[in-house]
């Protein structure tokens, strides 16, 4: 019961340029969170948002989040060879918030 | 350091073995979850537990099971049901119990390799 997608797949960009992924679900949330993963790595929180919230800052990261489409972005500025890593979005899936449903990722290359 | 720690880093198994993978944490989470990950694709949940000795079926629980005896460990088994267990196996856990509204943090993988 897949709840996120991530749109683009992958993603290549200069360092320096900024980054774009977003978040797509299916039911009503009570919080959207973005995860990190440098390759055959495990998992690394980023950011959580929750469902009244709009927006969140961390550092170079600003997440957003739209409730009536069902949306979410998460924009990394001025990037860096360093971000190159799978970004995952993750939410509580209707009907069992207690665990969390995982998108593909987006796969993130910055060429420096 | 609190963390969670998984066991081992490789693993190889024979077709028809069973094995088992080991999760441990030490940051007194409730919660803890198992998930099962292929190449270029995102996580799959196994199984996950909210408290001692009680653990619930994820989407691909066939051919796996758990315990929980303790609560600072998770260890997942891998039958010989599962006819393809080739994957890299990520150990979760949570703060509490219930809805998850925290992050949560995630062991380093063990990388399942059938021979």
């Known amino acids: 019961s897949q709840q996120g997608e991530e749109d683009p797949q992958a993603l290549s960009i200069q360092e320096g340029e900024n980054a774009t992924m977003n978040c797509s679900y299916k039911?009503?949330?009570?919080?959207l969170q973005w995860y990190r993963q440098n390759s055959g790595r495990g998992l690394v929180h980023l950011i959580l948002?929750?469902?009244?919230?709009r927006e969140k800052h961390s550092g170079r990261l600003r997440v957003t989040l739209d409730t009536s489409k069902k949306s979410s972005s998460l924009l990394i500025t001025a990037s860096r060879a360093a971000d190159t890593a799978s970004y995952f979005c993750a939410t509580p899936p209707s009907g069992s918030a207690r665990q969390l449903t995982f998108g593909s990722g987006t796969q993130l290359t910055v060429l420096p | 350091d609190g963390g969670i720690t998984q066991s081992p880093k490789y693993l190889f198994r024979k077709e028809g073995q069973n094995v088992t993978l080991s999760c441990e944490q030490n940051?007194?989470?409730?919660?803890m979850y198992w998930y099962r990950q292929d190449p270029g694709q995102g996580l799959r949940l196994i199984y996950y537990?909210?408290?001692?000795?009680?653990?619930q079926k994820g989407d691909i629980a066939e051919g796996y099971s758990v315990s929980r005896e303790k609560k600072e460990s998770f260890p997942l088994t891998v039958t010989s049901a599962q006819k393809n267990p080739t994957a890299f196996y990520l150990c979760a856990s949570n703060p509490r119990q219930g809805v998850v509204d925290t992050e949560a943090f995630f062991g380093q993988g063990t990388r399942l390799t059938v021979v």
């Open positions: 039911t009503s949330i009570n919080n």
């Open positions: 537990s909210q408290i001692v000795n009680d653990f």
């Open positions: 948002i929750r469902s009244n919230e």
């Open positions: 940051l007194n989470h409730d919660a």
